[in-house]
């Protein structure tokens, strides 16, 4: 079993592309349209949507404002278009 971590990586502040319907070199492949992201980040930043992208998001520690509202560990938020930004 392929172990990961994003403690001490250089890929701080950006998404590991871990799940993937589509051959992506993601580190697992189903059969499903859907791609998993997990990522690291600090407060202040802003994450492009790229076109034709929907973006489900969940906090899975900590706290942060995410496009002005307060989430908490375990919350998740919808994002169809544009940008979010965490704060």
């Keep these: 079993m392929r172990r990961l971590s994003l403690r001490g990586r250089e890929q701080r502040k950006q998404f590991l592309h871990l799940v993937s319907g589509k051959e992506k070199g993601a ?13 690291e980040f600090d407060r202040d930043t802003t994450y ?34 544009g940008t979010f930004r965490l704060e």
């Design 27 to 39: 580190c697992i492949k189903i059969n499903q349209d859907a791609d998993i992201f997990v990522g």
């Design 48 to 81: 492009h949507i790229p076109q034709g992208k929907k973006v489900y998001g969940l906090l899975i520690e900590g706290s942060a404002e995410i496009n002005g509202e307060l989430l908490e560990s375990r919350d998740a938020f919808n994002q169809l278009r």
